[in-house]
């Protein structure tokens, strides 16, 4: 048994003057219900709800106004979850709608909430159907793409995979339909600088959504110990294909070291609220020392940040070393940089603790 996470994307769901594809739906369900029965337990991580929303009011193209665009998710996610209820029940499997926002994931409490419902519905064989809560989240707060969210997710309840069901059937060196002599890649082990290019690279149009999103999210999800699957969603039945040891899409392998839930929650979740910069001394402390952060390594504090803030360390250079939690504010560390443990009591008039960030609130970056 395993646990998978599956996104989903609109361009899978959705016919092209914006209504959903009830067929596909139903492709989409009877493949989850065999893997549900199967011993799986799965998660999907859908979009669609503004496409399936554009229809219903009227519009043609996806507008940009943002609070057109809420309006369509907000008519267009029961219309989503309507769909899926109606196709799972056709073999009494029961769906449960999970809305996240950002901000779920940078606060422990509601990060291990939703974690908790979502290990609950699995227990019921419940199918948990995740989206982003399009009608309040705002572009400062989005998580940009579903292709995040579901890598999120992934870490958020360990998953053994994470299958990014898309429009195209992989990873390819260069555009198919520009040049049809570009051929498949089936496996990627690590994700270079050379395979992002290969994506379009940072800041191409190919953007939201696009082949860059998707490897950003396996990034994120090998890094964690997961393993990445970008499949077809027009073809029925190649995730059960990949289970089976067949050769689909592109497969990302998975970093050697699975990293727990928590680290994870600080190193992908958690946003980063400022950064310390370390002394030589505090750099190999860290990095292959495997100490606690201590006051007396600490050169420089940028930034605003409160106890259990996350920051990122960085070296003189401002290479990112470590990112964790932090025990002191960022006004404390001020006052204690480059000063010995035994003085914090003395210059603050309290001590939390001999460390400024300890180390098992600490992930070494590579
Ligand atoms: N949350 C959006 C929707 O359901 C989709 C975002 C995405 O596809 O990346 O319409």
Not at 102 to 129: C, E, H, M, Q
Not at 216 to 237: C, D, E, F, N, Q
Not at 342 to 355: A, C, H, M, N, V
Request: charged content about 25%; aromatic content about 6%.
């Amino acid at each position: 048994m395993s646990r998978l996470v599956i996104k989903i994307g609109s361009n899978v769901l959705t016919q092209r003057n914006g209504g959903l594809n009830a067929k596909r739906i139903s492709a989409i369900a009877k493949e989850v219900n065999e893997l549900a029965a199967g011993g799986h337990e799965v998660v999907l991580v859908s979009s669609g709800a503004i496409a399936a929303g554009m229809g219903k009011l009227g519009f043609e193209k996806k507008p940009t106004d943002i609070q057109l665009k809420q309006a369509c998710a907000a008519v267009g996610q029961s219309l989503l979850m309507r769909s899926y209820g109606r196709c799972f029940r056709r073999y009494n499997r029961k769906v449960g709608q999970i809305l996240l926002t950002r901000g779920v994931f940078s606060y422990r409490g509601t990060y291990l909430n939703a974690k908790n419902t979502i290990d609950t519905l699995l227990t019921f064989g419940v199918i948990p159907i995740v989206n982003e809560n399009d009608t309040i989240s705002t572009d400062e707060i989005k998580f940009g793409d579903n292709d995040r969210l579901a890598a999120l997710v992934a870490g958020l309840i360990d998953a053994d995979k994470l299958f990014i069901l898309s429009d195209v059937d992989g990873l390819y060196p260069d555009d198919p339909k520009k040049n049809p002599q570009a051929r498949l890649i089936t496996t990627v082990e690590e994700i270079t600088p050379e395979i992002e290019q290969m994506a379009g690279g940072a800041g191409s149009v190919v953007g939201t959504g696009g082949m860059y999103s998707k490897l950003l999210a396996a990034k994120r999800a090998t890094a964690h110990g997961i393993m990445v699957h970008i499949v077809s969603g027009r073809t029925y039945g190649l995730v059960s294909a990949v289970l089976d040891g067949k050769k689909r899409g592109t497969t990302f392998l998975p970093k050697e070291q699975r990293i727990s839930s928590r680290k994870g929650w600080i190193a992908y979740a958690i946003r980063s609220k400022g950064y310390i910069v370390l002394d030589d001394g505090a750099v190999s402390a860290l990095v292959t020392g495997g100490k606690s952060l201590l006051p007396s390594g600490i050169m420089r504090v940028d930034g605003s940040f409160k106890t259990g803030d996350a920051v990122f360390c960085v070296d003189a250079a401002g290479t990112q070393l470590a990112k964790g939690i932090v025990n002191y504010t960022s006004e404390d560390i001020e006052r204690i940089r480059g000063r010995q443990t035994s003085e914090i009591e003395s210059i603050l008039g309290f001590k939390y603790s001999d460390e400024v960030i300890h180390r098992d609130n600490m992930v070494i970056l590579q």
